[in-house]
């Protein structure tokens, strides 16, 4: 499996992305995008959408444009779509819940097998929660000192309004499927829906 060792700090600072939003605390020191002075085409600003997607999710290109197709033959908006099939990853779904600082380590929590959904025990970090799931950390890995001391690091993070989540039990409900209006990061899916489209 190809795996991104990109330095997560400087792709964030290129995206002009938060680094907070891939599950860091650890601020950047210079604004994001502010050395991009030349002007940007319209190809570039599509590409760029994209990228930060990709780089946000650990989605690589073949899966990504999988993900589109599947995006754009569904109703309703194709980006909007898009971000849903993104959030309802698991991996996603696991950092969302606090269970992973990071989404990447989330994706190897998953691999791992440290989740249950509806009692089921999953590896797959692309499985796709439906509204209804529960989502559930593994008795076994509760007792764990990794959980107990991500637990205390992720403890004041946002819970989306998708998910019903219980800290002490270390599961989750999935109420109904995410919107674009419960990201915490700004993104203009219809620029990536123009590229895909050329």
Same mark, same amino acid.
């Given at each position: 499996?190809?795996?991104?060792?990109?330095?997560?700090?400087? @792709?964030? $600072?290129?995206?002009?992305?938060?680094?907070?939003?891939?599950?860091?605390?650890?601020?950047?020191?210079?604004?994001?995008?502010?050395?991009? $002075?030349?002007? *940007?085409?319209? !190809?570039?600003?599509?590409? &760029?959408?994209?990228? %930060?997607? &990709?780089?946000? !999710?650990?989605?690589?290109?073949?899966?990504?444009?999988?993900?589109?197709?599947?995006?754009? %033959?569904?109703?309703?908006?194709?980006?909007?779509?898009?971000?849903? =099939?993104?959030?309802? $990853?698991?991996?996603?779904?696991?950092?969302?819940?606090?269970?992973? =600082? #990071?989404?990447?380590?989330?994706?190897?929590?998953?691999?791992?097998?440290?989740?249950? +959904?509806?009692?089921?025990?999953?590896?797959?970090?692309?499985?796709?929660?439906?509204?209804?799931?529960?989502?559930?950390?593994?008795?076994?890995?509760?007792?764990?000192? %990794?959980?107990?001391?991500?637990?205390?690091?992720?403890?004041? @993070?946002? *819970?989306?309004?998708? =998910?019903? +989540?219980?800290? /002490?039990?270390?599961?989750?409900? +999935? #109420?109904?499927?995410?919107?674009?209006?419960?990201? /915490?990061?700004?993104?203009?899916?219809?620029?990536?829906?123009?590229? !895909?489209?050329?």
């Amino acid at each position: 499996m190809a795996v991104s060792k990109e330095p997560i700090l400087k @792709r964030c $600072r290129a995206l002009g992305i938060s680094p907070v939003v891939m599950g860091i605390s650890k601020e950047s020191n210079r604004n994001p995008g502010a050395n991009s $002075r030349k002007k *940007v085409s319209e !190809y570039g600003m599509q590409l &760029k959408e994209k990228q %930060k997607l &990709k780089f946000i !999710y650990g989605v690589l290109e073949k899966q990504f444009y999988h993900l589109f197709e599947i995006a754009s %033959k569904m109703e309703g908006k194709a980006g909007d779509n898009l971000i849903t =099939l993104l959030e309802s $990853r698991l991996d996603n779904v696991a950092f969302r819940m606090g269970c992973a =600082l #990071t989404r990447r380590e989330a994706r190897q929590l998953v691999s791992h097998g440290h989740f249950n +959904v509806n009692g089921q025990r999953v590896d797959i970090p692309s499985y796709r929660v439906k509204p209804g799931d529960v989502i559930t950390l593994r008795e076994a890995s509760k007792s764990s000192a %990794k959980f107990k001391e991500i637990a205390e690091q992720t403890n004041g @993070r946002l *819970v989306p309004a998708w =998910l019903e +989540v219980n800290k /002490d039990a270390a599961e989750a409900k +999935v #109420t109904r499927l995410p919107a674009v209006e419960d990201l /915490d990061y700004e993104v203009e899916s219809h620029l990536i829906v123009e590229l !895909y489209s050329k």
